[in-house]
């Protein structure tokens, strides 16, 4: 994926001992470049491949943890105010629209300093650019790297010194990076997306990026939306309840809460199989590939939900649970055992023999 940059701003972030503190860092504008100049500089061996690479990195619009290092980002406006309100866009908008590199470097030095005086700063090289896809956009984007100072970096030197110490190195390697707008596909745009890219425990760019908000966790979306079923659930059981006999509602409310917040969760037994499906098949509506992972007793099972009531059902047997799992074949993997030799016997004889273990360890 090819871009011709347009502008191209180089600074470099100091801070006392590579951390930020109260009055120890600044920053120095080292260079800021037109297309020409940058297509004559060292810099375009350095970046060149790297605006393709970002633009081509995938991002989940709810990622599985918090600590996802590519995040969707979108702008924050208040109810009935347009995009232009946000000053996160307004600054990104100048930058793109500039129309010499005077006015580049302006907007850019108002962006470092606004990143410089966040609390996760750290050294290292700030390259704000604008860079046009070759092929489908006739405006640039944007593209903000930060580049961390490595350490304990040397070059070969003579046969007497052998290496000599490279004060302020940066590599490529782990370079953070926004990217406005977002590109959902090739040759399209989002205008009220960004993505940025931060593979660090240092939430680099959420503190510089005020007025950006960030889409929920998949598990906690999903979480979110099976406690509003819940909910659902519970206001169709206690309507049908006559009023005098709705004092076991809170209760029950209670231990819906505690169940919905604990970490390990064990089985409520309150949904029928059909309800349970109804439920699963809303949420695959939105995401049809979510895993399903559960323990019974100390062995972990793992799948898909829409597994469920297809390939994996749940039953009871004398007081105790069952886990079936149906499938064509079986697939062992390192560690051969004498249970991959086995001939199955029939369900139904194996039924029969569900509770005998325990009876024989309880001997």
């Not at 406006?77 to 995009?83: A, K, M, S």
């Not at 410089?116 to 070759?134: E, L, N, Q, Y």
């Amino acid at each position: 994926m090819a871009f011709s940059v347009h502008y191209l701003s180089f600074f470099v972030i100091q801070t006392d001992n590579g951390e930020a503190q109260a009055g120890s860092k600044s920053f120095k504008h080292y260079q800021t470049m037109n297309g020409e100049e940058y297509e004559q500089s060292e810099l375009r061996s350095f970046l060149d491949s790297e605006f393709g690479r970002i633009s081509k990195r995938k991002v989940e619009k709810n990622p599985m943890t918090e600590a996802a290092p590519t995040k969707l980002g979108r702008f924050i406006v208040e109810p009935g105010y347009e995009l232009s309100s946000n000053p996160n866009y307004n600054l990104m908008q100048r930058l793109i629209q500039a129309e010499n590199k005077e006015q580049f470097f302006g907007f850019a030095d108002e962006m470092v300093r606004i990143y410089a005086d966040t609390s996760a700063v750290r050294g290292g090289a700030f390259i704000v650019a604008s860079a046009k896809h070759s092929r489908y956009f006739d405006e640039p984007l944007l593209f903000v790297m930060k580049c961390d100072f490595e350490a304990k970096i040397a070059a070969i030197s003579d046969e007497r010194s052998l290496i000599s110490h490279v004060e302020m190195a940066i590599s490529a390697r782990s370079i953070k990076s926004i990217q406005y707008p977002h590109m959902p596909e090739e040759g399209m745009l989002d205008e009220w997306e960004l993505k940025i890219h931060q593979a660090s425990h240092a939430k680099y760019f959420e503190e510089f990026l005020k007025f950006v908000s960030y889409e929920k966790t998949l598990p906690d979306m999903l979480g979110e939306q099976v406690v509003g079923m819940v909910q659902q659930y519970m206001e169709e059981k206690w309507e049908a309840v006559p009023e005098q006999d709705r004092s076991g509602r809170e209760h029950e409310e209670q231990e819906l809460e505690m169940w919905a917040a604990s970490d390990k969760r064990d089985l409520q037994q309150k949904w029928s199989h059909d309800y349970v499906m109804e439920a699963t098949s809303q949420l695959l509506e939105h995401q049809p590939d979510l895993d399903f992972k559960f323990k019974l007793d100390g062995v972990t099972v793992k799948g898909r939900l829409s597994d469920y009531g297809i390939k994996i059902r749940f039953a009871s047997h004398n007081n105790r649970y069952v886990a079936l799992i149906e499938g064509d074949f079986f697939e062992f993997e390192k560690g051969i055992s004498p249970v991959e030799l086995l001939h199955p016997a029939p369900l139904e004889e194996v039924i029969k023999e569900l509770g005998s273990a325990r009876q024989y360890d309880e001997e």
